[in-house]
């Protein structure tokens, strides 16, 4: 049974700095793409990252360039989202999916409908 379990949300003030972490179990996470999205009150859910299976590809919203780090760690079958300069305009519950990476053919990872499995969610609130 494939479970996705995401950690690491919090409130922090403007500015600062989180890491959420997805851990997988269930799947060997090596031969997958991992995506967080993200869904704040009133608002549709946005892809803001994903990183791809062996080739290990990343991709970042324009919101989030520069500022999140998606990375993976495949001993501990996790996914990791730095997220620094934190704005307000980050809040919301962070989801991670996952799917199995289709090694080169044209698959759109920033599609939520991509995905075939997902975690539960954690807050992330910015507030001062």
């Known amino acids: 049974q494939v479970q996705l379990v995401e950690s690491g949300g919090a409130l922090v003030q403007p500015g600062g700095s989180l890491r959420l972490s997805c851990a997988a179990s269930?799947?060997?996470?090596?031969?997958?793409?991992i995506g967080w999205f993200r869904q704040a009150p009133g608002k549709e859910r946005e892809g803001v990252s994903y990183i791809s299976g062996p080739y290990r590809r990343t991709y970042y919203t324009e919101s989030v360039k520069g500022r999140f780090i998606i990375s993976r760690d495949n001993a501990e079958n996790t996914v990791y989202l730095q997220m620094n300069s934190l704005k307000v305009e980050d809040t919301a519950v962070y989801y991670c999916?996952?799917?199995?990476?289709?090694?080169?053919?044209?698959?759109?990872?920033?599609?939520?409908?991509?995905?075939?499995?997902w975690g539960r969610g954690t807050q992330v609130t910015v507030s001062a």
């Open positions: 269930g799947l060997t996470l090596y031969n997958y793409a």
């Open positions: 999916a996952a799917t199995l990476d289709r090694m080169g053919l044209p698959v759109d990872y920033t599609d939520s409908t991509t995905y075939d499995y």
